[in-house]
């Protein structure tokens, strides 16, 4: 089942211009990690943000988390033709002696060059 | 790259049959899971092993099989294939069984079943 819900499913915008791709998760979490897939590839680790934690930033990357609302947002700044790509939210909830990761479907962003 | 290979990168299986996909984990991660990822959806948890054991599993039937060698490489194994099987198959490594926190992903494997 999918845990997280991506908004929205397609985001396109210009070179230049700021992308902001939202999460929404339903249970309680360890933490919140985005994703990017090129393609049909292998997943890219970008960023990770702690339930204890409000904000992050990495590099043109800034996440943020509300646990009250149950949701995360990603911000890429200055954004780039090299940006389109798939870009996953993954939520991690300790189960005891395992972890895993659950994906939501995903937001498929364009950068027009 | 991220140094967790894949192999091989496609297959195509008939109804019925069974196939085996091969991982080796990034160099110092012991633990590994594998991820079906159907077209347009995001990737399903199957189960993690370490230590060569199976530690956490998936809403998947027991078709789905792996096994984890003692250089920390993994085998899936799917019997009985049916036409549902048919996506994209990715292996991640960690160093770390009790957290899922930044894991390496393989550039997966695709299977297509006819």
């Known amino acids: 089942s999918q845990q997280g819900e991506e908004d929205p499913q397609a985001l396109s915008i210009q070179e230049g211009e700021n992308a902001t791709m939202n999460c929404s998760y339903k249970?309680?979490?360890?933490?919140l990690q985005w994703y990017r897939q090129n393609s049909g590839r292998g997943l890219v680790h970008l960023i990770l943000?702690?339930?204890?934690?409000r904000e992050k930033h990495s590099g043109r990357l800034r996440v943020t988390l509300d646990t009250s609302k149950k949701s995360s947002s990603l911000l890429i700044t200055a954004s780039r033709a090299a940006d389109t790509a798939s870009y996953f939210c993954?939520?991690?909830?300790?189960?005891?002696?395992?972890?895993?990761?659950?994906f939501g479907k995903g937001i498929t962003l364009s950068v027009r060059p | 790259e991220t140094g967790v290979t894949q192999s091989p990168t496609h297959l195509i299986k008939t109804r019925g049959q069974q196939v085996t996909l091969r991982c080796s984990s990034q160099?110092?991660?012991?633990?590994v899971s594998w991820y079906q990822q159907a077209l347009g959806q995001g990737p399903q948890f199957i189960f993690q092993?370490?230590?060569?054991?199976?530690?956490g599993r998936g809403n998947f039937p027991p078709r789905f099989s792996g096994l984890q060698f003692p250089n920390y490489s993994s085998e899936l194994n799917v019997n009985a294939l049916e036409l549902d099987d048919s996506a994209l198959y990715l292996c991640?490594?960690?160093?770390?069984?009790?957290?899922?926190?930044?894991?390496?992903f393989g550039s997966g494997t695709q299977l297509s079943v006819l």
């Open positions: 993954a939520t991690e909830a300790y189960t005891g002696a395992n972890s895993k990761l659950t």
């Open positions: 249970t309680s979490i360890n933490n």
């Open positions: 092993y370490y230590r060569e054991e199976e530690n």
């Open positions: 160099s110092g991660h012991n633990t």
């Open positions: 943000i702690r339930s204890n934690e």
């Open positions: 991640a490594s960690s160093s770390r069984l009790d957290r899922a926190e930044k894991l390496f």
